[in-house]
Nanobody, 124 residues
Framework: QVQLVESGGGLVQAGGSLRLSCAAS????????MGWFRQVPGKEREFVAW????????YYTDSVKGRFSISRVNAKNTLYLQMNSLKPEDTAVYYC?????????????????WGQGTQVTVSS
């Protein structure tokens, strides 16, 4: 059974840091691009970051550039999101996702695998 499981969420003060992890199982994701999305109640799921299958290329939404960093360790089948200088507006449920492609994709419908999400709450 293919699974993506996020961890590392929690409550942090504004200006603080968190590192999210996404552990994949069931098959290797080393040939998939992967991404992070986030969602707040009442709003659509929002793209946050994308990484190529090798990890050599990354892409971010403007609001997190310079603060968040996406990375992966294919030998561990694990994806990460390092979040620094967190702001209250970063509060959301964060999801990891994977897709069998080599393109930069920022829309959720193009991702075929999803985790269950992890809550990140940033207090002011």
């Amino acid at each position: 059974q293919v699974q993506l499981v996020e961890s590392g969420g929690g409550l942090v003060q504004a200006g603080g840091s968190l590192r999210l992890s996404c552990a994949a199982s069931g098959r290797s994701f080393s040939n998939d691009v992967m991404g992070w999305f986030r969602q707040v109640p009442g709003k659509e799921r929002e793209f946050v970051a994308w990484i190529s299958w090798s990890g050599a290329s990354t892409y971010y939404t403007d609001s997190v550039k310079g603060r968040f960093s996406i990375s992966r360790v294919n030998a561990k089948n694990t994806l990460y999101l390092q979040m620094n200088s967190l702001k209250p507006e970063d509060t959301a449920v964060y999801y990891c996702a994977a897709a069998r492609t080599n393109r930069i994709i920022t829309t959720q419908r193009e991702y075929g695998y999803w985790g269950q999400g992890t809550q990140v709450t940033v207090s002011s």
